[in-house]
């Protein structure tokens, strides 16, 4: 099992980004993807998920309205869109693979991690 994520990105505030987590080893609609990101200092945060067999999504609230996850079954990736970011955006950001439908950030439970994908906001 891999989970393969796309390389760092530079941001101008007010700007999108968007990274990909390509899935190989097993059947990438039967499991859930996660998204958590770590800024700088700081611990995990729990984003959201998102089901690749339907494109069912959950979002922590405090994304709401500013990031959308969406999964290609044709080619086993998955992505995350974050857009109007700033500064405090700064963060590896991880996809992770989960057997189970949990709200909020249950890092036992994430039994494949990528690699991470740097993404920097600055001016």
């Known amino acids: 099992v891999q989970l393969v994520q796309s390389g760092a990105e530079l941001r101008n505030p007010g700007a999108s980004v968007k990274v990909s987590c390509k899935a190989s080893g097993y059947t990438f609609t039967s499991y859930y993807i996660v998204w958590v990101r770590q800024a700088p200092g700081q611990g995990l945060e729990w984003m959201g998920r998102i089901d690749p067999e339907d494109g069912g999504t959950k979002y922590a609230q405090k994304f709401q309205g500013r990031v959308t996850f969406t999964a290609d079954t044709s080619t086993s990736t998955a992505y995350v869109e974050l857009s109007s970011l700033r500064s405090e955006d700064t963060a590896m950001y991880y996809c992770?693979?989960?057997?189970?439908?949990?709200?909020?950030?249950?890092?036992?439970?994430?039994?494949?991690w990528g690699q991470g994908t740097q993404v920097t906001v600055s001016s």
């Open positions: 992770a693979r989960t057997d189970g439908d949990y709200w909020g950030l249950r890092r036992d439970e994430y039994d494949y």
